[in-house]
């Protein structure tokens, strides 16, 4: 299975030039080699990282990056132990999946209060999401959250329009992936500073 990911790496990194946006799903992995460790070394200019269904435990050995802006993770097996290591080695995540995961309690998102970018979270299907409270605790212990499981503040859902194709359009409309939309859209997403809705990556 570390091989195909490996492999998944590399043709990504073919097709894009200088890999960005990287996107592995259901390959089954409970953590990450060495071998895979090394390969995604070679790429710290990511901005865009999905490693979903994958059956992952734990985050030992995906390497800090710097740049990196989005980040999905959901369909997993990740545990309180994630949220740290994602607050330790990813302190620019704009975007963050850790849906249908086994976080349980709001004591674990604690650490996220390190993430002074963090706009939008999706914790849907995992335990904590049952405890009393839940929405509006999430908002009050991390101030700069504007989207929590597709919703705002307020709880009101936010709707998807038909061009949110990709998940890397849930970041905010000063992100480099929206360099190529046409000065109007540019123009209206500006007026709007709240991030898109993050979907699911499908499975």
């Known amino acids: 299975m570390a091989e195909k990911i490996i492999n998944q790496i590399k043709k990504q990194a073919e097709d894009q030039g200088e890999l960005e946006e990287l996107d592995i799903q259901e390959i089954r992995i409970e953590q ?7 390969s995604l070394k070679k ?5 865009t990282l999905a490693i979903t269904c994958c059956g992952l435990k734990q985050l030992n050995g995906l390497p800090a990056m710097d740049q990196l802006e989005v980040l999905m993770l959901e369909g997993n097996c990740l545990d309180g132990s994630a949220l740290k290591y994602i607050s330790e080695n990813f302190k620019n995540i704009i975007c963050l999946s850790l ?3 086994q976080i349980k309690s709001l004591e674990e998102l604690q650490v996220l209060k390190n993430l002074s970018s963090l706009q939008q979270l999706d914790l849907s299907d995992n335990e904590v ?7 509006q605790k999430i908002f009050e212990m991390l101030p700069n959250l504007q989207v929590l499981d597709n919703k705002n503040k ?4 936010i709707e998807y329009s038909d061009e949110d194709n990709d998940f890397e359009e849930g970041i905010g409309s000063d992100s480099e992936f929206n360099d190529d939309e046409d000065e109007d859209e540019d123009e209206e997403e500006s ?4 991030p898109k809705p993050q979907k699911k990556t499908k499975k």
Not at 43 to 47: G, T
Not at 129 to 135: D, F, L, N, V
Not at 191 to 194: G, K, L, P
Request: proline share 0%; glycine share 10%; net charge negative.
């Open 32 to 38: 990450l080699t060495q071998e895979i460790t090394e």
């Open 154 to 157: 307020d709880g009101k859902g």
């Open 99 to 101: 849906a249908e995961n």
């Open 129 to 135: 999401e049952q405890q009393a409270g839940y929405h």
């Open 43 to 47: 790429h710290q200019k990511l901005k």
């Open 191 to 194: 007026e709007d500073e709240s």
